[in-house]
């Protein structure tokens, strides 16, 4: 969630830690509290051009505000512990953390539902950051053109704005509408299939593929779920941007 230097970082871990004594004597199972309280002091924090590094006492300059950012991580900290020990809990916190949070309990929880409803599929789904590291600096938007027979009917975001029920047999092309990462820069996208009818098919798909060079893919709509199309610019070996879109299809 946050964009600062490393050192930055440390810094704002270290002076939080010294706000208060609270987790002093607390243990590992307060992860979610201390998360929750880090994340609020730093939206609470006044803005400033740098910090200090710890140690070296080095200036660290503030490359882009984090209190934004942090502020969104606290909301979404309070929604995670109010999903305590429910189905929604680990999908809460991995967007606080990240997708590797917690894999393993997620993957087995999948297997146990397959073998439960007496559906047998492969797991193909990738994650990017098993492939790069990851640093979100910059800003991407995609968006999602519907068509069918030739003729464009709607933007896909207008059409879950407007509750328009997106059917089968659409073409739809996803394509980067806003990008601030100057070029050159790698794409890649991923498509995930999701829902009772994917599993079924054996078609959850989520492979992480490289864009051909024109900055877009074409899928056509085939059998209803929640699916999702992620899009991740890659710069120097570093993902710097992403941006998802949903596809209900019903």
Known sequence: MLHSAPATADTLAHNFLKSTNYYDDKSYLYYDWMGRDFFYYLSEL?????????????????????????????????????????????????????????????????????????????????????????????????????????????????????????????????????????????VYWKVLNRGAEAQRKNCIRGQIVSDSGRGEITEHTSFNGDHIVECYIVKNGVVVAKNRIHVPIQ
């Not at 109010?82 to 929880?109: C, H, I, L, M």
């Not at 800003?139 to 059917?167: H, K, P, T, W, Y």
Request: charged share 35%; net charge positive.
């Open 46 to 186: 006044p803005e400033q051009d740098y910090y200090a590094a710890l140690g070296s006492g080095q200036r660290v300059k503030v490359k882009k505000k984090f209190q934004k950012p942090a502020k969104k991580a606290y909301d979404l900290c309070v929604e995670a512990i109010a999903a305590a020990d429910t189905d929604s809990e680990d999908e809460k916190w991995r967007k606080v953390y990240g997708r590797p949070f917690p894999a393993p309990q997620k993957a087995s929880r999948a297997a146990l539902e397959s073998i439960a409803s007496g559906v047998r599929y492969d797991e193909t789904e990738q994650y990017i950051e098993n492939r790069f590291p990851i640093d979100i600096r910059s800003s991407l938007r995609i968006e999602c053109e519907v068509s069918q027979n030739g003729f464009r009917e709607f933007l896909l975001r207008d059409m879950i704005a407007r509750r328009i029920r997106l059917s089968v047999s659409k073409k739809l092309r996803f394509y980067i509408e806003e990008c601030s990462v100057r070029k050159p820069y790698s």
